[in-house]
DNA sequence: TTGTAAGCGTTATCAT
DNA sequence: ATGATAACGCTTACAA
């Protein structure tokens, strides 16, 4: 025979780590169920008021405050979303993050994050990771459809971002492509005709639609593309040495379109380097509006999306698709908006009339 | 009288959400006990070879996964962390809670964010935090002392970040002190006597160790420092509004030392706005090394501190910690380097010459 | 209005 | 080597 649960056990070592008192003893304490208890801390009102007031001092006394792991078990859910990301840095991944955390928090439910790194046994983190939440958000290319499948399969909620939905999960992305045909138009309005767009298509649904905008740009200007893709990640070191090697060569571009900030930071760098003037030698244009831009010498040309925005309304989605208020998958694309400044080769503003804020 | 809970429930609605079978779907599949498979799942060498086959293709077969929740219950530990910080965004808050995610799920341990973004529940949400994790990580000035001794009271292994050590928590930092002294004098070799510190000492602990150091190398200088501390947030935007007041003043100094990159920024920022030249008219210097510090016009001389480094350290120190490993606090001071560029009025490196890869 | 007791899905301690 | 079964701390029918 065993103890009895209650009795005598001066100091426990004690499984449950730290952790106070449980709802059995604030009953015991206020001479009521365990129910009643239970009832006390999620809807007051069902309980009588004199029969509250006890349970509720006792709830002071002892410092009770029920186990998130409890309540998770028996209500069968985690009251947790996660986020999964590639290797990030930089500002953009931050700032989708910040943006879902901040609304998910206020609707409650914490954040889990998972960064891939490309690390080998990432897609069974992942996988694990949609087990200990009741949904997921994943950014960009960080596992591949086979994963999402899988995890859809599952019943995990799941919303995608910066990447082409795949059959039964919501996702949200920005309209590349009309950005980038904006963009590629106003660098032909500069003369340019020699372009060269640095950035990985086949590597990221965002850069691949960029750079359908520059050819649908060209296609509609009459020309060709005069250079393939730079291919190119989303770093500044990549993008530096990208440059380097395009700016060698004998027929260079006049223009570089970096796939994003970064990748034109690096550009930019590769230039100076190579003595060119941006934008004089050389145009060159980003993707994000990063807050660095416009104290870039030359400001940073480049298209704004709304990142943080992005982060909240992928948290939007999720919350609907959790609560079970929607069924059917919804996609939604956040506008884009062209920011000229003077890397592409436009006047540089004065002082005074400089871009933003 | 209710059914026996194994019996004909054909389509059961299910409280417990999604979720496949549970180890008792599989015990009966594989004729052996809950208990066996149990074994099975964490030290499979306690279990006949025979036997282990069996409860193998059983879990197999049911795509059998065990429930995080039931295991943490059970286990009484959450396999997870969390990190609270302030408002973030920018580059320092991102950079170190990648290194902290990054370490800690190498160790196998899920990482919880949550940012306070000055809102007014914003303690509740940490204490509730508290409660569902192993352990937790703060950064800077997210709440304050009493909260952190309430945490550590409540027995949640704590590491504070950027931060004054509080009783019972382990804690890491830089050095600011030194770099700072190092800094103001390489401003005093420009010949740089009306030096200004833009930042708020009295609202973040490496702001007030940074003016503290700026305060002594005047002192070791036989100087008393020209102005206040010019009190303004690590925000870019707050720099610029910082820099227009202090450069619209009749006695303007002939430097500025920013308390972070992006202050710098903002400074900058304001004396193009005012039609000053950097660093000729006046210098400027940053904190932290920010990437975007080396594209700036004039390149930003700053001080790096190892960002990722902090992250990761404080997923160590959490760890060590949290396994038991170690009782007594322990505070880690991590170096800082000096980084000298062209806003301080030192030439500007050649393209060759430039400073960083 | 309140109490009883059956889950929720594990782990771990005893027995066998 | 394996099986019973008691925790773990809560929620929620169902009864009273």
Redesign the interface.
């Known amino acids: 025979m065993k103890a009895l649960s209650g009795a005598s056990n001066g100091a426990l070592p004690?499984?449950?780590?730290?952790?106070?008192p449980t709802i059995y003893e604030v009953a015991r304490r206020a001479g009521v169920s365990i129910a009643t208890v239970s009832r006390v801390q999620r809807r007051a009102e069902l309980v009588a008021e004199p029969t509250r007031d006890r349970v509720e001092r006792a709830i002071q006394e002892l410092e009770y405050?029920p186990?998130?792991?409890?309540r998770?078990?028996a209500?069968?859910?985690?009251e947790?979303t996660g986020v999964v990301f590639p290797d990030?840095?930089g500002?953009y991944?931050?700032?989708v993050?910040?943006g879902y955390?901040?609304t998910s928090?206020a609707e409650g439910s914490?954040?889990?994050?998972?960064?891939t790194?490309r690390?080998p046994g990432a897609v069974d983190?992942v996988l694990d990771?949609g087990?200990?939440v009741?949904g997921l958000v994943i950014m960009g290319r960080t596992v591949d459809d086979a994963v999402v499948e899988e995890l859809v399969r599952?019943?995990?909620p799941v919303v995608l971002l910066a990447r082409g939905p795949v059959a039964g999960s919501d996702s949200v992305r920005v309209d590349n492509r009309h950005a980038a045909e904006a963009l590629v138009t106003h660098l032909f309005q500069h003369g340019h005709r020699a372009i060269a767009f640095v950035g990985d298509p086949g590597a990221s649904a965002d850069a691949f639609e960029r750079w359908e905008g520059f050819r649908s740009a060209h296609a509609a200007a009459g020309l060709t593309p005069t250079f393939e893709p730079i291919a190119c990640a989303f770093r500044?070191?990549e993008g530096r040495e990208a440059g380097r090697r395009i700016l060698a060569a004998a027929d260079r571009p006049t223009a570089l379109v970096g796939a994003n900030d970064?990748i034109a930071?690096g550009l930019?760098?590769a230039a100076?380097?190579a003595?060119l003037r941006t934008p004089a030698d050389i145009a060159v244009t980003g993707w994000d509006d990063?807050?660095?831009g416009?104290?870039?010498?030359p400001q940073l040309t480049t298209v704004r999306q709304p990142m943080h925005d992005i982060g909240r309304r992928a948290a939007a989605l999720l919350h609907e698709r959790m609560s079970g208020s929607r069924t059917e998958p919804r996609h939604v694309v956040l506008p884009t908006e062209l920011v000229v400044r003077s890397s592409c080769g436009c006047a540089a503003p004065t002082?005074?009339g400089?871009v933003g804020?």
């Open positions: 004690d499984r449950r780590s730290r952790r106070g405050r186990s998130a792991l409890g998770s078990l209500r069968g859910s985690h947790a990030l840095s500002p991944y931050s700032a993050i910040l955390e901040e928090a914490s954040v889990l994050i998972l960064g790194h690390r983190q990771l087990d200990r009741d599952r019943g995990v500044e070191s970064e930071m930019m760098e100076r380097d003595g990063i807050p660095a416009r104290h870039l010498s002082s005074e400089g804020t």
